[in-house]
């Protein structure tokens, strides 16, 4: 926590606490035919709240994967409404979706989240320059300064180490403001310590920038980090834990069978 | 073993039919090349050794023979007939008797007897039929065109004693460039039969034979020569065929050493884009590789299936390449001939096929596979599995820096090149020159491509700087990533380009060699002649014809028969002296005959060692004292050369007109044209025949045009295999890239931007390419010239920008139709798909 007390001076403007950031509606998403088919989701209903740091929880094959690459309109569904904000994105076509994607929505992926053949600071700014917006040079300048990367900067990615790597991510996510942060398993590839280090920032970034972080983990220490927890089982919602902490989480996973 | 191989074939089938295609194309341009190149070779022989087609042994008089008058006994052709090993013989022979044309103007004509043996007949028939009967007759297809005759036409002409004879035309024929059909006289073929009314007495200057299938060429002259006894030259068709050419020229020996030099290009280019695929294709297979040997498998085993594929893939795909290879050079061929010289109607398509062909096809398509798969696999199995395990499947790990060693070796190649060059300069005769310069740039080019690493990411980022956009600057990073793939993947066309620059640049020169060297042959295009002796064309008529348009110059020709106290004849030629050296330019063994004055003469070296004279002395004729200024080594023009002033200052009386009139067209002239208008100042007069070099010189011209357009065939091929090798490369970037791709769409790049960023990419990789290549290209070029040009035969240095515009052009469309499947491949992926991709 030796960067929260740099945050706290920057705290910008909240996300608008209450109001839903993202949701599903009765979504149906199916892999294969016949008898060979897969519903991978079977009519989920849940919301996102804005301004929260949500974790999706589910043993392997539960659908949280599928449901968090539906809900960022990185895939398509066979039945059902999300929406991001106020726009239904089930109902836009692939351009529109890109725009989305560019212009309102930010990802850090569990690994190869950096383009190789361009230095750390091309990358964060990569997704503004492909919306053709101008960085806020300032927010820019704070995003670097809070996750360390001031002198890594002009480096590649095969010269950052992994833990920098994710972190890079994480100043690209946020350096465009966007509405939702979708993170999958973020932490997957890290050791504990660069784990918890990225961890620590989606969550100081939730609290004190106001931003909503939607994050899908297998982990339950991850997922004690965040305000509340959405448990998957067979493509359908299995529960939630509020204010989880990695004792609640494990039992409730334990409950599903995992 | 064979499980996992089989396995590993089948899961990885659109990887594998890439670099199949990869190595098919390679295959395909070493056998297009070669099939296309024996073509060439094949069409020269027919075009200019004609008279030596399928000739196994020929039979002529010794050189000093008693006997030229009377030729070859005629009981010779049964004997050879009847020796062993001969399938078919022929006599050879020709008589001249006067054609009588439409007009009523009888002109001098070759008649040639019809071969017997169809496969010892030197023409190509063009319509109808041989003749058969004695009183039918086939005409030579120009002679048709320009007396205007046709098959059916009644034919008359005078034989010997007047007598005069009638024939029926049945058909015409193309004659070969040979001496006898270059000598620009009007051409017949009539039975064997018909020739004997025509020409009674029966002189053989050549007998034919071809072989039994099995009896070589060495053992049927052999044969012959035991047969004929002593005093004749027996010669194979093999010899036969090298004379024939030397006659004709040395165009068709040189353009075999060219198209040589052409396969082995080819070669390297296919080896490169096949090695380059396969480089890639290894790279991405590190992992799988490292967990095969993680599972248990020995380092042999991986090898050896590594090995197996590789030569199941190249078996496999060399075997297409090869029959699309044929295919390829059918087509060429084809699109070649629709647009040929004046000659174009009688190409048809060859397609040779030698087991050096085959030997080379597959050696390429088997040995560079194998090699090229083997040893990345061995570098990988070199690494610790779980080392190979761990590491990113991106390339980019392994961009070596371009290593000292390979900057040592590309200066030691350079400065061989560059010496080779110098030498090549410093030649006089222009083959050496040629080669040697010509050899020499190609080792310079190696050196070239052995730098490329170097510079290539160099001109990728001046091109970049350039480029503006998101997807445009990722296309320019993306092409910079990987400098030695960049470099390999340009190297294909860079070569290419290069040969094209080169041969732009050379062949519009090399061009312009070969019409002067037909101009030297045929200086006129036509001669006017009277065809009564006492008669001559008159100074009136002169005039007329030189109004006549298009006519450069028309000169007078004027025979003048003096006296002189050293010899026994003095009967000299006059010229103007502004027709000299160019219209007039008899081989000269010393001095020189243009800007020759009056009271000057360039005499015949037979005739000065008659009289006891040389360079420098003078020669007495008819009271005046010439000065010899030059000796001529040719038989024609009497004593020697005068001026026209001189001409007539000889004779007793003023000449009442000229015997010939040699007249000169403007350049680029359209021949059927002039001779139209010629014409009609000809039927003027009632004694004037216009005699025709012009139509053979197109015709000769014609065929240096279509062996040109062969080149640039070949030409073509080479640039359509390197932009197959960028269309490769960038297909198997964009699987490698799978997961890169994914995230661009993922972070909001849109499916048009990704298509157009990786359009981008193959256009800068093809610009490199060819800007590079078209800056060697032009420098080679240039060096070539200057190798070419000495003293006596400049050849101006021009850089054709027209063509080599439409040439980067032409790289830049053909880079976008390279880059439209991976384009279109890479947008249609799934986003999630693409992330879940290892």
Same mark, same amino acid.
């Given at each position: 926590?030796?960067?929260?007390?740099?945050?706290?001076?920057?705290?910008?403007?909240?996300?608008?606490?209450?109001?839903?950031?993202?949701?599903?509606?009765?979504?149906?998403?199916?892999?294969?035919?016949?008898?060979? /088919?897969?519903?991978?989701?079977?009519?989920?209903?849940?919301?996102?709240?804005?301004?929260?740091?949500?974790? $999706?929880?589910?043993?392997?094959?539960?659908?949280?994967?599928?449901?968090?690459?539906?809900?960022?309109?990185?895939?398509?569904?066979?039945?059902?409404?999300?929406?991001?904000?106020?726009?239904?994105?089930?109902? =836009?076509?692939?351009?529109?979706?890109?725009?989305?994607?560019?212009?309102?929505?930010?990802?850090?992926?569990?690994?190869?989240? *950096?383009?190789?053949?361009?230095?750390?600071?091309?990358?964060?700014?990569?997704?503004?320059?492909?919306?053709?917006?101008?960085?806020?040079?300032?927010?820019?300048?704070?995003?670097?300064?809070?996750?360390?990367?001031?002198?890594?900067?002009?480096?590649?990615?095969?010269?950052?180490?992994?833990?920098?790597?994710?972190?890079?991510?994480?100043?690209?996510?946020?350096?465009?403001?966007?509405?939702?942060?979708?993170?999958?398993?973020?932490?997957?590839?890290?050791?504990?310590?660069?784990?918890?280090?990225?961890?620590?920032? #989606?969550?100081?970034?939730?609290?004190?920038?106001?931003?909503?972080?939607?994050?899908?983990?297998?982990?339950?220490?991850?997922?004690?980090?965040?305000?509340?927890?959405?448990?998957?089982?067979?493509?359908?919602?299995?529960?939630?834990?509020?204010?989880?902490?990695?004792?609640?989480?494990?039992?409730?996973?334990?409950?599903?069978?995992? | 073993?064979?499980?996992?191989?089989?396995?590993?074939?089948?899961?990885?089938?659109?990887?594998?039919?890439?670099?199949?295609?990869?190595?098919?194309?390679?295959?395909?341009?070493?056998?297009?090349?070669?099939?296309?190149?024996?073509?060439?070779?094949?069409?020269?022989?027919?075009?200019?050794?004609?008279?030596?087609?399928?000739?196994?042994?020929?039979?002529?008089?010794?050189?000093?023979?008693?006997?030229?008058?009377?030729?070859?006994?005629?009981?010779?052709?049964?004997?050879?007939?009847?020796?062993?090993?001969?399938?078919?013989?022929?006599?050879?022979?020709?008589?001249?008797?006067?054609?009588?044309?439409?007009?009523?103007?009888?002109?001098?004509?070759?008649?040639?007897?019809?071969?017997?043996?169809?496969?010892?007949?030197?023409?190509?028939?063009?319509?109808?039929?041989?003749?058969?009967?004695?009183?039918?007759? /086939?005409?030579?297809?120009?002679?048709?065109?320009?007396?205007?005759?046709?098959?059916?036409?009644?034919?008359?002409?005078?034989?010997?004693?007047?007598?005069?004879?009638?024939?029926?035309?049945?058909?015409?024929?193309?004659?070969?460039?040979?001496?006898?059909?270059?000598?620009?006289?009007?051409?017949?073929?009539?039975?064997?039969?018909?020739?004997?009314?025509?020409?009674?007495?029966?002189?053989?200057?050549?007998?034919?034979?071809?072989?039994?299938?099995?009896?070589?060429?060495?053992?049927?002259?052999?044969?012959?020569?035991?047969?004929?006894?002593?005093?004749?030259?027996?010669?194979?068709?093999?010899?036969?065929?090298?004379?024939?050419?030397?006659?004709?020229?040395?165009?068709?020996?040189?353009?075999?050493?060219?198209? #040589?030099?052409?396969?082995?290009? %080819?070669?390297?280019?296919?080896?490169?884009?096949?090695?380059?695929?396969?480089?890639?294709?290894?790279?991405?297979?590190?992992?799988?590789?490292?967990?095969?040997?993680?599972?248990?498998?020995?380092?042999?085993?991986?090898?050896?299936?590594?090995?197996?594929?590789?030569?199941?893939?190249?078996?496999?795909?060399?075997?297409?390449?090869?029959?699309?290879?044929?295919?390829?050079?059918?087509? *060429?061929?084809?699109?070649?001939?629709?647009?040929?010289?004046?000659?174009?109607?009688?190409?048809?398509?060859?397609?040779?096929?030698?087991?050096?062909?085959?030997?080379?096809?597959?050696?390429?398509?088997?040995?560079?596979?194998?090699?090229?798969?083997?040893?990345?696999?061995?570098?990988?199995?070199?690494?610790?599995?779980?080392?190979?395990?761990?590491?990113?499947?991106?390339?980019?790990?392994?961009?070596?820096?371009?290593?000292?060693?390979?900057?040592?070796?590309?200066?030691?190649?350079?400065?061989?090149?560059?010496?080779?060059?110098?030498?090549? =300069?410093?030649?006089?005769?222009?083959?050496?020159?040629?080669?040697?310069?010509?050899?020499?740039?190609?080792?310079?080019?190696?050196?070239?491509?052995?730098?490329?690493?170097?510079?290539?990411?160099?001109?990728?980022?001046?091109?970049?700087?350039?480029?503006?956009?998101?997807?445009?600057?990722?296309?320019? /990073?993306?092409?910079?990533?990987?400098?030695?793939?960049?470099?390999?993947?340009?190297? /294909?066309?860079?070569?290419?380009?290069?040969?094209?620059?080169?041969?732009?640049?050379?062949?519009?020169?090399?061009?312009?060699?070969?019409?002067?060297?037909?101009?030297?042959?045929?200086?006129?295009?036509?001669?006017?002649?009277?065809?009564?002796?006492?008669?001559?064309?008159?100074?009136?008529?002169?005039?007329?014809?030189?109004?006549?348009?298009?006519?450069?110059?028309?000169?007078?020709?004027?025979?003048?028969?003096?006296?002189?106290?050293? =010899?026994?004849?003095?009967?000299?030629?006059?010229?103007?002296?502004?027709?000299?050296? %160019?219209?007039?330019?008899?081989?000269?063994?010393?001095?020189? $005959?243009?800007?020759?004055?009056?009271?000057?003469?360039?005499?015949?070296?037979?005739?000065?060692?008659?009289?006891?004279?040389?360079?420098?002395?003078?020669?007495?004729?008819?009271?005046?004292?010439?000065?010899?200024?030059?000796?001529?080594?040719?038989?024609?023009?009497?004593?020697?050369?005068?001026? *026209?002033?001189?001409?007539?200052?000889?004779?007793?009386?003023?000449?009442?007109?000229?015997?010939?009139?040699?007249?000169?067209?403007?350049?680029?002239?359209?021949?059927?044209?002039?001779?139209?208008?010629?014409?009609?100042?000809?039927?003027?007069?009632?004694?004037?025949?216009?005699?025709?070099?012009?139509?053979?010189?197109?015709?000769?011209?014609?065929?240096?045009?279509?062996?040109?357009?062969?080149?640039?065939?070949?030409?073509?091929?080479?640039?359509?295999?390197?932009?197959?090798?960028?269309?490769?490369?960038?297909? #198997?970037?964009?699987?490698?890239?799978?997961?890169?791709?994914?995230?661009?769409?993922?972070?909001?790049?849109?499916?048009?931007?990704?298509?157009?960023?990786?359009?981008?990419?193959?256009?800068?990789?093809?610009?490199?390419?060819?800007?590079?290549?078209?800056?060697?290209?032009?420098?080679?070029?240039?060096?070539?010239?200057?190798?070419?040009?000495?003293?006596?035969?400049?050849?101006?240095?021009?850089?054709?920008?027209?063509?080599?515009?439409?040439?980067?052009?032409?790289?830049?469309?053909?880079?976008?139709?390279?880059?439209?499947?991976?384009?279109?491949?890479?947008?249609?992926?799934?986003?999630?798909?693409?992330?879940?991709?290892?």
């Amino acid at each position: 926590m030796r960067k929260a007390h740099d945050m706290s001076a920057l705290v910008s403007e909240a996300g608008a606490v209450g109001t839903t950031a993202a949701a599903a509606h009765n979504l149906v998403k199916v892999y294969g035919k016949g008898d060979t /088919a897969v519903r991978a989701l079977d009519g989920i209903n849940v919301a996102f709240q804005a301004g929260k740091f949500t974790a $999706i929880m589910g043993p392997s094959g539960s659908g949280k994967s599928t449901l968090m690459h539906c809900l960022a309109g990185l895939d398509t569904v066979d039945s059902g409404a999300i929406h991001i904000g106020q726009t239904e994105i089930t109902r =836009l076509n692939d351009k529109d979706l890109t725009k989305l994607r560019r212009d309102r929505v930010g990802f850090v992926f569990q690994a190869f989240n *950096l383009l190789p053949t361009l230095t750390a600071e091309q990358n964060i700014l990569l997704g503004l320059e492909l919306a053709g917006r101008k960085p806020d040079k300032q927010w820019f300048d704070t995003i670097v300064t809070v996750l360390g990367l001031r002198d890594r900067l002009t480096h590649r990615p095969t010269e950052l180490s992994g833990g920098q790597q994710q972190r890079v991510a994480c100043a690209r996510a946020l350096v465009a403001r966007p509405e939702v942060i979708f993170a999958d398993e973020p932490t997957g590839n890290l050791d504990s310590r660069s784990g918890a280090e990225v961890l620590d920032f #989606l969550r100081m970034s939730v609290r004190k920038l106001g931003q909503t972080v939607i994050m899908v983990t297998h982990d339950p220490v991850a997922a004690s980090y965040a305000d509340r927890v959405v448990l998957l089982a067979d493509g359908r919602l299995a529960g939630e834990i509020h204010q989880p902490t990695t004792e609640s989480v494990v039992n409730a996973l334990a409950h599903l069978g995992a | 073993m064979w499980k996992t191989i089989l396995a590993g074939l089948r899961a990885r089938t659109a990887r594998l039919v890439l670099s199949s295609i990869a190595i098919a194309l390679g295959v395909a341009f070493v056998t297009g090349t070669l099939v296309l190149g024996d073509a060439v070779g094949e069409q020269t022989r027919d075009n200019f050794a004609r008279s030596a087609r399928n000739v196994d042994a020929a039979v002529h008089l010794a050189e000093n023979s008693t006997e030229q008058e009377k030729g070859i006994p005629a009981d010779f052709l049964q004997k050879i007939r009847a020796t062993s090993g001969v399938e078919g013989a022929d006599s050879r022979e020709f008589g001249r008797a006067a054609l009588i044309g439409g007009d009523g103007k009888a002109k001098q004509a070759l008649v040639q007897p019809l071969p017997t043996t169809e496969k010892l007949r030197d023409f190509n028939l063009k319509d109808g039929r041989f003749p058969t009967g004695a009183d039918e007759i /086939a005409v030579d297809s120009k002679t048709a065109q320009i007396a205007k005759l046709k098959v059916g036409d009644t034919l008359k002409l005078l034989g010997e004693g007047e007598a005069e004879h009638s024939y029926t035309i049945v058909g015409s024929y193309q004659q070969g460039a040979s001496s006898l059909s270059m000598s620009g006289s009007d051409h017949l073929i009539v039975s064997p039969e018909g020739m004997r009314t025509l020409v009674p007495e029966q002189r053989i200057y050549e007998i034919v034979a071809v072989a039994k299938s099995g009896v070589s060429q060495q053992q049927l002259v052999d044969n012959i020569t035991k047969t004929i006894g002593p005093g004749y030259q027996v010669q194979t068709g093999e010899e036969l065929t090298k004379a024939t050419l030397a006659q004709v020229g040395d165009a068709a020996s040189e353009i075999k050493t060219f198209l #040589l030099a052409f396969a082995a290009i %080819s070669l390297i280019v296919a080896g490169m884009v096949i090695y380059n695929t396969f480089t890639i294709l290894v790279a991405q297979r590190t992992k799988e590789l490292a967990l095969l040997r993680c599972v248990g498998a020995e380092r042999g085993q991986v090898f050896r299936s590594v090995l197996a594929e590789a030569v199941f893939m190249g078996l496999a795909a060399s075997v297409l390449g090869f029959l699309g290879g044929i295919g390829v050079s059918a087509g *060429l061929q084809s699109v070649i001939s629709s647009f040929g010289g004046p000659s174009g109607g009688e190409s048809e398509i060859r397609l040779p096929i030698s087991w050096v062909t085959i030997a080379a096809a597959f050696g390429v398509g088997v040995v560079v596979t194998v090699l090229s798969a083997v040893l990345p696999a061995r570098r990988a199995t070199q690494v610790a599995p779980v080392a190979a395990l761990r590491s990113q499947p991106d390339s980019s790990d392994d961009v070596a820096r371009t290593g000292k060693i390979r900057i040592a070796v590309a200066a030691v190649i350079a400065l061989l090149g560059g010496a080779g060059v110098y030498f090549g =300069l410093q030649q006089q005769r222009e083959e050496p020159a040629l080669f040697i310069t010509g050899g020499a740039t190609m080792v310079l080019l190696l050196a070239v491509l052995l730098l490329g690493p170097l510079y290539v990411p160099l001109v990728n980022r001046l091109f970049g700087k350039a480029l503006r956009g998101v997807p445009a600057k990722l296309a320019s /990073a993306n092409a910079g990533r990987n400098p030695k793939r960049t470099a390999a993947t340009t190297a /294909a066309l860079m070569i290419g380009v290069t040969i094209v620059a080169m041969v732009t640049v050379v062949a519009g020169s090399g061009r312009e060699t070969m019409i002067k060297k037909v101009d030297e042959r045929f200086p006129s295009d036509y001669a006017v002649s009277s065809s009564v002796y006492d008669q001559p064309l008159t100074q009136k008529f002169a005039d007329e014809l030189a109004k006549v348009r298009n006519v450069a110059l028309v000169a007078p020709e004027l025979r003048a028969f003096g006296e002189s106290t050293k =010899l026994e004849y003095a009967d000299v030629t006059g010229y103007p002296s502004e027709a000299l050296g %160019s219209l007039v330019r008899p081989p000269l063994s010393e001095g020189t $005959i243009t800007g020759l004055k009056d009271g000057e003469i360039v005499m015949r070296d037979k005739e000065a060692q008659k009289a006891g004279v040389g360079v420098g002395s003078t020669v007495p004729i008819s009271g005046k004292d010439f000065k010899v200024v030059g000796l001529i080594k040719d038989n024609s023009y009497g004593t020697g050369i005068v001026t *026209l002033a001189s001409a007539q200052s000889i004779l007793k009386e003023p000449a009442k007109g000229y015997q010939n009139l040699l007249v000169k067209l403007a350049p680029g002239t359209d021949i059927a044209q002039a001779r139209t208008d010629l014409e009609r100042v000809i039927a003027t007069s009632p004694v004037a025949v216009l005699n025709s070099a012009a139509e053979t010189k197109a015709e000769l011209n014609g065929q240096i045009d279509q062996i040109l357009l062969f080149i640039w065939a070949l030409v073509g091929l080479a640039l359509i295999i390197a932009l197959f090798g960028i269309a490769n490369t960038l297909t #198997l970037s964009v699987l490698e890239r799978t997961r890169e791709s994914a995230l661009l769409r993922a972070l909001g790049l849109t499916r048009g931007q990704l298509r157009q960023m990786l359009v981008v990419e193959s256009i800068l990789m093809a610009l490199i390419g060819a800007v590079v290549g078209v800056l060697l290209g032009a420098g080679f070029g240039w060096l070539l010239v200057e190798a070419i040009s000495n003293p006596e035969f400049q050849i101006s240095f021009s850089i054709p920008f027209g063509q080599i515009g439409a040439m980067l052009g032409l790289a830049v469309v053909a880079a976008i139709i390279a880059a439209a499947l991976p384009a279109r491949r890479a947008a249609r992926n799934s986003v999630v798909a693409g992330m879940a991709e290892a």
